[in-house]
């Protein structure tokens, strides 16, 4: 059972436009929704991270929309630019009980952004 | 790369043979985790550990096994290779108990053939 859906598998953005990923969940006990940046060859790298009791959290170009009655989050990337082009991959995990801090991933969203 | 570093780096291999990949930190955090990225699944979590002798299982456990005997390092040994294990593996830390954030090594790439 995936405990969380991400989509696109791919996506291809003009430079200067705006990226969006999706993400969805099941499980109501996650309590904190990072995202991470991974480039080729190299170890994923925490980009921004929210929790439930926030719908918006921006950092610089990043920005994270979060919807807890849908269990659905997202990632905007505005201004998007050729460095950007990256795979992103959303994750959950809770802070209690069984399996706490442990963090579910998304299966990873490549981004290409092409001049 | 918050102070991690995983060994090696690369890795070639014969199906049934050993294999023992390491993490190595340098900031004693307690605690660990060794996940396999592979297309179209993400990470997915092996094994963690919350201390020194203190392991448990993540979701694809099966056919590896872990040991932590020093705070600064997590091993990871595949007893008998399968080319199912072919992946890439990281190592994560994070930071404190108060904390969810995970930072990742480098990864290891291991071909089984």
């Known amino acids: 059972q995936q405990q969380v859906k991400q989509s696109p598998q791919s996506l291809i953005v003009q430079k200067g436009g705006i990226s969006i990923i999706n993400c969805a969940y099941e499980n109501t006990a996650f309590d904190y929704f990072p995202w991470y940046q991974q480039f080729p060859g190299k170890g994923p790298a925490l980009l921004i991270a929210?929790?439930?009791?926030?719908s918006e959290k921006k950092e610089g170009r990043f920005t994270i929309s979060f919807n807890k009655s849908a269990k659905q989050f997202s990632l905007h990337i505005m201004d998007s630019q050729p460095g950007d082009s990256a795979t992103y991959f959303c994750a959950a995990s809770k802070g209690s009980g069984a399996g706490s801090y442990q963090l579910t991933f998304g299966k990873g969203t490549k981004l290409s952004v092409i001049p | 790369d918050a102070g991690i570093t995983q060994s090696p780096r690369h890795k070639v291999t014969e199906t049934g043979t050993p294999v023992t990949l390491r993490c190595h930190q340098t900031e004693n955090h307690r605690y660990m985790y060794w996940y396999r990225q592979d297309p179209g699944h993400g990470l997915r979590l092996i094994h963690y550990?919350?201390?020194?002798?203190?392991?448990d299982k993540g979701e694809v456990s099966d056919g590896y096994s872990v040991s932590r005997s020093k705070t600064e390092d997590f091993l990871l040994t595949l007893e008998s290779a399968t080319s199912s294990q072919t992946s890439v593996y990281f190592c994560?830390?994070?930071?404190?108990?108060?904390?969810?954030?995970?930072?990742f090594g480098p990864g290891t790439r291991l071909t089984v053939l």
């Open positions: 994560a830390i994070r930071p404190s108990s108060g904390t969810d954030t995970q930072y």
């Open positions: 550990s919350y201390g020194v002798k203190d392991t």
């Open positions: 929210i929790r439930p009791d926030v």
